[in-house]
Nanobody, 126 residues
Framework: VQLQASGGGVVQVGGSLRLSCAAS????????MGWFRQAPGKARESVAA????????YYADSVKGRFTISTDNAKNTVFLQMKDLKPEDTAVYYC????????????????????WGQGTLVTVSS
């Protein structure tokens, strides 16, 4: 499985960005996609996750109401629409997916994700 994240950049406080993550390879058995982020000097944290069929979603409390995760199943792509960005949203954002064997784990469980993209940097400037 290969994941290619894109869409990061520099945006002012209150601005918006949309991140994309294109999946390829043996993805047909993958059921869940997630977005995670890591700020300088901090641990990686869960941001949002979604089942490919869109029945279940997860959002971190810090992004609820501002971020929206969605999928385009036909294009094997997951998006993270981010609005009302804050300086504390500055981080490298990673997309990830996991083996169906891990589907019993919570969507937010970082340890349950097996395949990771390379990350895309989001910088929110004030």
């Amino acid at each position: 499985v290969q994941l290619q994240a894109s869409g990061g950049g520099v945006v002012q406080v209150g601005g918006s960005l949309r991140l994309s993550c294109a999946a390829s390879g043996d993805i047909f058995s993958m059921l869940t996609m997630g977005w995670f982020r890591q700020a300088p000097g901090k641990a990686r944290e869960s941001v949002a996750a979604i089942a490919w069929r869109g029945r279940n979603t997860y959002y971190a409390d810090s992004v609820k109401g501002r971020f929206t995760i969605s999928t385009d199943n036909a294009k094997n792509t997951v998006f993270l629409q981010m609005k009302d960005l804050k300086p504390e949203d500055t981080a490298v954002y990673y997309c990830a997916t996991r083996s169906p064997l891990r589907e019993g784990s919570p969507l937010a469980s970082i340890e349950s994700y097996d395949y990771w993209g390379q990350g895309t940097l989001v910088t929110v400037s004030s």
